[in-house]
């Protein structure tokens, strides 16, 4: 079971980044699929999710109307579309997978499986 994350990078302040991840070893149908971040010295923090079967996604009120969060089941991809970035959304993102359902979405800990993460860098 593999999650592996890629596109992140140097932007500066207004630009925009696709992020993308690799399911591999499970069948992405079955599992919600959320993005998280993580700053230096700060928690790590719910940045989106997209539900396994409802089409329902969810987004950090940080990020709402910036941030798109997308997957295709069939090529097993995740993607995260982030649009008019600010010097704020400098962090390592993070793709994770979870099977179970009823929690938070924003909490880590239900999540089963994480990719390595990739940073993310806006400059000012």
């Known amino acids: 079971v593999q999650l592996v994350e890629f596109g992140g990078g140097l932007v500066q302040a207004g630009g925009s980044l696709r992020l993308s991840c690799a399911a591999s070893g499970f069948t992405l149908d079955d599992y919600a699929i959320a993005w998280f971040r993580q700053a230096p010295g700060k928690e790590r923090e719910g940045v989106s999710f997209?539900?396994?079967?409802?089409?329902?996604?969810y987004y950090a009120d940080s990020v709402k109307g910036r941030f798109t969060i997308s997957r295709d089941n069939a090529k097993n991809m995740v993607y995260l579309q982030m649009n008019s970035l600010k010097p704020e959304d400098t962090a390592v993102y993070y793709c994770?997978?979870?099977?179970?359902?009823?929690?938070?979405?924003?909490?880590?800990?239900?999540?089963?499986?994480w990719g390595q993460g990739t940073q993310v860098t806006v400059s000012s």
């Open positions: 997209s539900g396994r079967s409802d089409g329902s996604t």
């Open positions: 994770a997978a979870r099977f179970s359902s009823g929690s938070t979405w924003g909490d880590p800990r239900p999540y089963d499986y």
